[in-house]
């Protein structure tokens, strides 16, 4: 038996009753456990075990998935269910925890970071800063920082009156004394590169206060989720769904002013 904090990062249903969960605690990493009969009324533990809560949990080591004895909730972060944008949100930073995170290996960095961002998101903070934050971060804690003051191939140090290229396959930032191959890069503008650099020296809660174009969000959401997919060597699947449910939002807008 022992005893773990642990987030639910995903879950599976098995025979009549049963769950299996992926969960992300800090000293073991990822792991699988079965929550046994959670899906009967009656059950001690069944509504604890809800994806994005933490969890208080007494476990008991088994051969193929250990066993959940006992589970009780430390963070519900029941607000950020609330909209379907934070929901969406949380999903993908959840996948991405699970495809950064060995099982059973060393995990507090991670951890913390998808905790706070499940807090920032349960507060209300626009789910978008909280993501790219949170790829940042997440890069950062896997020993794969993005380069954003200096240039990858030159290590010079870029200046507001250059062009600049993005390049996640080389690791960030690139000048444009530079030819990398088209499929590798994507041009970036000084206000994106602005924005790249607050992501890197200036806390979330500083972050959250900007006041930014929109197309300016969308050129440092780009450069991020294709650095990401670099870190991570593939697209994330729940970007589909989290892309999917944003659109609706920009056709009603649309609707409501025309
Ligand atoms: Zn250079």
Redesign the pocket.
């Known amino acids: 038996m022992y005893h773990t904090e642990a987030i639910v990062l995903s879950r599976f249903e098995l025979g009549e009753a049963d769950r299996v969960l992926t969960l992300l605690t800090p000293h073991d990493g990822k792991l699988k456990a079965i929550a046994k009969g959670v899906r009967r009324p009656r059950s001690r533990i069944g509504g604890a075990v809800e994806p994005f809560a933490e969890l208080e949990l007494v476990l008991a080591r088994a051969r193929t998935f250990d066993v959940i004895t006992q589970a009780s909730v430390g963070h519900a972060w029941l607000s950020l269910r609330d909209r379907l944008e934070s929901t969406a949100t949380a999903w993908y930073l959840a996948e991405l925890s699970e495809r950064a995170v060995e099982e059973r290996a060393y995990a507090y960095p991670v951890y913390a970071l998808l905790r706070r961002a499940y807090q920032l998101l349960d507060d209300g903070m626009a789910p978008t800063r909280v993501a790219r934050w949170f790829e940042f971060g997440l890069a950062d804690a896997l020993g794969m920082r993005p380069e954003v003051e200096r ?1 990858v ?2 290590d ?1 140090v870029l200046e507001a009156d250059e062009t600049y290229r993005w390049v996640p396959v080389l690791g960030g930032t ?2 444009s ?2 030819l990398p191959p088209p499929s590798e890069q994507m041009p970036l503008s000084l206000d994106a590169l602005k924005l790249l650099r607050a992501y890197r020296r200036l806390d979330i809660e500083a972050i959250a206060g900007l006041r930014l174009p929109a197309a300016v969000e969308a050129e440092v959401e780009s450069a991020l989720r294709r650095f990401i997919r670099v870190v991570l060597e593939r697209e994330a699947r729940s970007l589909a769904f989290l892309d999917e449910v944003r659109t609706p939002r920009q056709g009603r807008s649309v609707t409501a002013t025309g």
């Open positions: 240039c191939e030159c010079r690139m000048c004394q530079h």
